[in-house]
């Protein structure tokens, strides 16, 4: 039986496609004993795991799901509120990226905190959570730079790269529990210790999510959406090359290294695509704003 579990769960997910029907399926074959009752209890389990990877998440999921990586970032830095204008300054500028862009609102809005860290890094939770570094702001020396990270992290948003992830690893969780309940149809596994197996693994996708970070392609993909949200807003697409720039010499980015690809592979990218990009003339009145409230020679640390 071991041998063919994995196959009889896969064939009637195909053949019958919800879990309904599976499950109906199964329970009618456990009445002709075709299979034991263990076997199409667990069948029924294993169903309603792929019928969930499948199911659409809704506006406030995504916020929720989101809210929860916020807490899992917030539990390893701090919020730094050292310069309230600061913080709403970004906000700002982020309320300007998302005013033209394909999704303007969201069910909690756009939010931007500034975590207490030397490191040059950010973060964005699908919920609209985005979080800048005191090293990468203080590393900007434009308006511009700074509204290439913000759009950069609002493409991730947008593109739902977070949401995706955790799709693919719904995938991933599913079949793997299909595995262990092939593994259980010979055991003995029950359907309560199977349902363990599976909840235990969701707190694993949030860490995985800021640990391991988007494969390079997402980044490429955020690189390139962010310039057009970029030029939607009016800023010059090539303030995200200038930050790329200052990463790549920067010395304070070792987090950022394990979760992008290299600054080097981003700029070269970039610069594919902004010959493409029909570029505003850069208003001298954003320096100024900038300097007034990011003095470069006031270090934020």
Same mark, same amino acid.
């Given at each position: ?124 939770? /699908?919920? =609209?959570? @985005? &979080?800048? +570094? ?6 900007? *020396?434009?308006? $511009?730079?700074? !509204? ?52 235990? /693994?969701? =707190?694993? @996708? &949030?860490? +995985? ?6 494969? *390079?392609?997402? $980044?490429?993909? !955020? ?79």
């Amino acid at each position: 039986m071991k041998k063919y579990f994995s196959f009889i769960i896969l064939v009637l997910i195909l053949v019958f496609g919800t879990c309904k029907h599976i499950d109906t399926v199964a329970q009618i074959a456990a009445e002709g004993e075709l299979i034991d009752q263990h076997t199409a209890n667990t069948i029924s389990l294993t169903a309603r795991a792929f019928e969930a990877a499948t199911e659409r998440i809704t506006p406030d999921q995504e916020y929720f799901i989101g809210r929860a990586v916020a807490a899992n970032i917030l539990s390893t830095y701090r919020i730094w509120n050292g310069n309230p204008a600061l913080t709403k300054y970004l906000n700002l500028i982020c309320a300007a990226i998302i005013l033209n862009s394909p999704q303007p609102t969201l069910y909690n809005g756009y939010h931007i905190a500034i975590l207490d860290t030397n490191e040059v890094n950010a973060f964005a939770t /699908s919920g =609209g959570h @985005i &979080f800048l +570094t005191r090293g990468l702001v203080n590393a900007a *020396k434009s308006e $511009e730079a700074l !509204a290439g990270v913000i759009a950069h992290e609002v493409a991730h948003i947008q593109l739902k790269h977070g949401i995706n992830a955790i799709k693919t690893n719904r995938v991933t969780e599913a079949l793997l529990l299909t595995a262990t309940a092939g593994i259980g149809a010979v055991t003995g596994l029950d359907a309560n210790e199977l349902t363990d197996i599976l909840n235990e /693994s969701v =707190g694993e @996708i &949030f860490q +995985t999510m800021v640990n391991s970070g988007y494969s *390079k392609e997402q $980044e490429f993909e !955020a690189d390139t959406a962010a310039m057009y949200l970029m030029v939607a807003a009016g800023y010059d697409p090539s303030g995200l090359i200038e930050m790329l720039s200052i990463l790549e010499t920067g010395t304070k980015m070792s987090r950022l290294n394990m979760t992008h690809p290299s600054p080097v592979q981003r700029v070269y990218y970039a610069n594919r695509v902004i010959g493409r990009l029909e570029i505003a003339e850069t208003d001298p009145s954003r320096q100024q704003r900038f300097n007034a409230i990011v003095n470069p020679r006031v270090s934020l640390f």
